[in-house]
């Protein structure tokens, strides 16, 4: 069944259901990560927080249903984002008392993104990730996060888009690659635009996405 013919009430649960399927986070919750040139003089060394953008201005990007072998695009409006329980850093996607490393401070909407500031524990795990973000190994985080509605628009020979304009973010993680180019370290305010990128085969899509199941 053609995304353009399900009812959006389908198309939602799907969505969540892909998030779950892709393992980056659970209960079915979908999840947005992002890479880009990160800033390390933001960090703050001495109280152990560094500020990130969660979900960029140019945060669309595509997803695979591969049930219906479709791709269609799927872009979050930092508008539509509820922030209520988000209160947690993860080492990973696996939410676990062992893997909370962090606690999240003002989240907010600032410059049309979605920005908060990450305040680092002191255990051993917490130390660890802290000082890699520091060396630049790592840069990137990555959302966990719940659709609860969608806007869809059609246009002949091109992807679905799918707006997501609710959607309720649960989890903050590291991650070491990922979807939103500008989730990451600092508080750039510039809008630089990335080229857009040719849709990738499906079957590749597909390859990649079972990769992720196997690691399990």
């Known amino acids: 069944m053609a995304l353009k013919t399900r009812s959006k009430a389908e198309i939602i649960a799907r969505m969540n259901e892909v998030g779950k399927m892709n393992r980056f986070c659970g209960r079915g919750v979908c999840s947005r990560s992002g890479t880009s040139g990160a800033n390390t003089s ?23 249903d591969w049930w219906n072998d479709e791709v269609y695009i799927e872009e979050l ?3 539509g984002a509820r922030l209520d329980e988000l209160k947690t850093f993860f080492k990973d996607h696996r939410q676990a008392v062992d893997t ?26 917490a130390s660890r990730v802290f000082q890699k973000y520091q060396d630049r190994i790592l840069t ?6 719940y659709v609860n509605d969608i806007i869809v628009t059609s246009k002949k020979d091109e ?3 799918v707006l997501v304009t609710d959607y309720t973010i649960v989890e903050l993680s590291a991650v070491w690659k990922g979807f939103d180019k500008g989730a990451t370290m600092g508080r750039q305010t510039g809008q630089h635009k990335e080229p857009a990128k040719e849709l990738r085969n499906t079957e590749v899509l597909r390859r990649r996405f079972n990769l992720k199941l196997k690691e399990i």
């Open 77 to 79: 409006d930092p508008n």
């Open 159 to 161: 992807p679905d888009h």
């Open 140 to 145: 990137d985080v990555s959302v966990g996060y």
């Open 100 to 125: 909370a490393i962090g606690r999240i401070e003002n989240p907010r909407v600032e410059d049309k993104r979605i920005v908060a500031d990450v305040v680092f524990g002191n255990d051993d795990d």
């Open 42 to 64: 933001v960090i703050d060394i001495e109280n152990r927080t560094i500020p990130f953008v969660l979900v960029s201005t140019e945060n669309a990007g595509e997803r695979y």
